[in-house]
């Protein structure tokens, strides 16, 4: 009599098969082989560049805001009031880095989209596997960053982990349309204007270092309907716990559609360059 004992198969078999299921990991996996070798010196500068500007601004600039007890603030300490703005500013800025560069440099002649496309793997995979570890970026930079508010008592650990949320979401919503420009753009030169006279100034009016009601009336208007003055509305809500229900609709909605537009016109750009 003879038996059969069937055995579990390896996991490097299993890792092979969801690869091959889902091609778009292909690409994902290449952009995590790179990231290895660099890995070191984006977590220390995610964890110095927070804890400077806390320390700086924050702990320092913010004993004379608080000192002087400012109606604007409505009674919040300056410290967890710049906090989830510069943490939500952070997200777009590593959604810029990671969205614009790479995929410019990428689908150059000799970057790695040729090469990818030149496999079974189809633009829409590409697109895809790149914006998988864009998002795996801007959501461990953000936690990196929420570390250290945690470490200054600005909010608790249960409550960082609920920003982690409203982070990732302000990060893709810039990222995502970044990617779907970058692909098609032919001169780098217009992603460095684009970061100085756009990505700088929202940086600045856009509610991070202070309420956009300070602003003249005429600019508040302008500023709402930025992008990053709802992801810092959003973030400073769920870090704070004020958020309010229709408010935050309004700010989910806001930057899912962003995120939702610039993917489905990254898919078509890809398309086009990369069938050409």
């Known amino acids: ?7 579990a198969p390896p996991a490097a078999d299993l890792l092979d098969s969801l690869v091959a299921r889902v091609p778009a990991l292909r690409e994902f996996g ?21 804890l400077l500007f806390l320390a700086a601004m924050g702990a320092g600039l913010g004993k004379l805001v608080d000192a002087n007890h400012s109606g604007y603030l409505a009674g919040t300490p300056y410290l967890d009031f710049l906090a989830p703005g510069l943490l939500a500013a952070s997200a777009m800025q590593n959604g810029f880095i990671e969205g614009a560069f790479p995929v410019f ?18 633009p829409a ?19 990196l960053f929420l570390a250290v508010v945690v470490a200054f008592g600005v909010v608790g650990p249960l409550r960082a982990l609920l920003t982690a949320g409203p982070v990732l979401l302000t990060g893709m919503a ?21 970061y100085r006279f756009v990505v700088m100034p929202l940086y600045m009016f856009s509610g991070t270092f202070f309420p956009v009601s300070q602003l003249p009336h005429w600019l508040r208007s302008v500023a ?13 809500a769920a870090a704070l716990g004020h958020a309010h229900t229709g408010a935050t609709a309004v700010h989910i909605g806001y930057l899912l559609a962003l995120t939702a537009a610039g993917v489905w016109a990254a898919r078509r750009a890809y398309a086009r360059r990369l069938n050409r």
């Open 174 to 194: 810039f990222a995502a349309p970044l990617m779907a420009w970058a692909v098609a753009v032919e001169r780098q030169s217009r992603l460095n204007g684009l």
């Open 125 to 143: 995979d590409i697109l895809a596997g790149h914006l998988l570890f864009v998002a795996f970026r801007v959501l461990l930079s953000g936690l």
């Open 105 to 122: 440099q990428s689908s150059r002649a000799r970057g790695n989209y040729p090469a990818a496309a030149a496999t079974p793997m189809r």
């Open 1 to 7: 009599m003879t038996t059969t004992t069937e055995t």
């Open 30 to 50: 290449y952009w995590m082989r790179r990231y290895r070798r660099i890995w070191r010196g984006t977590v220390v500068m995610s964890v110095a560049n927070p």
């Open 224 to 236: 709402a309907c930025t992008p990053l003055y709802q992801g810092v509305q959003l973030t400073r």
